[in-house]
């Protein structure tokens, strides 16, 4: 949203804002995958993580969110957010 509000008449702006997020994500990604896998010496300490909480209630509607984050779902957050941002970077 940024980006369409601000980012049109300064293209260089917004592209670095895009490429700050994408790379902002995969150094989260691979700051919890450093933390569980490796600094645990591969106890996967703390997983499985999951939350939740109601999104948005009326009555007789109740739409609920939630996540869980174990060590499959850790792996693939790593792989889809490096590989994301290798295209994004190279394209």
């Known amino acids: 949203m940024f980006i369409t509000l601000f980012g049109l008449r300064r ?3 917004s592209a670095g804002v895009a490429l700050g997020g994408i790379l902002l994500s995969l150094a989260l990604s691979i700051a919890m995958f450093w933390f569980n896998i490796i600094e645990t010496h591969g106890g996967f300490m703390g997983l499985p993580i999951s939350g939740g909480d109601t999104w948005f209630q009326a009555p007789g509607l109740l739409v609920q969110f939630g996540f869980a984050i174990d060590p499959l ?3 693939m957050l790593l792989i889809v957010t490096g590989v994301g941002s290798c295209v994004f970077l190279y394209s």
Do not use: A, G, N, T
């Open 11 to 13: 293209p260089k702006l």
């Open 73 to 75: 779902s850790l792996l």
